[in-house]
């Protein structure tokens, strides 16, 4: 495979995962947002102890906590979107019903 295609589904794969994590991160289970971080994390170790004799560990290191850190900014991120569209649809219900 052409090393430019590798690189476009690398980037189609990632726009993909940070699609997902955005939307579970808005819904109104809060643990679902923590569904891709730990899927991530399962993947990073998993590929870590199949290919050990060709990764630079502190490489990986970085790479995991990277995506980590990223990946749960999404979700801190998508839950206080979902804080704050509950207290506007509770700031319209007051207004209801004061009128």
């Known amino acids: 495979m052409d090393p430019n295609y590798k690189w476009l589904i690398a980037i189609l ?5 940070i699609g997902v994590q955005s939307y579970l991160s808005r819904r109104a289970n809060v643990y679902l947002g923590a569904i891709v971080p730990i899927l991530y994390l399962v993947f990073i170790f998993g590929w870590w ?3 050990t004799e060709n990764v ?4 990986l290191i970085k790479v995991a906590v990277a995506g980590t850190v990223f990946l749960l900014g999404t979700w801190v991120k998508g839950r206080e979107s979902q804080k704050n569209k ?3 649809e509770l700031e319209k219900m007051k207004l209801h019903d004061i009128h």
């Open 49 to 51: 102890i199949n290919r």
């Open 86 to 88: 509950r207290k506007k």
């Open 13 to 17: 794969i990632a726009i993909v995962i």
């Open 56 to 59: 630079n560990t502190s490489s």
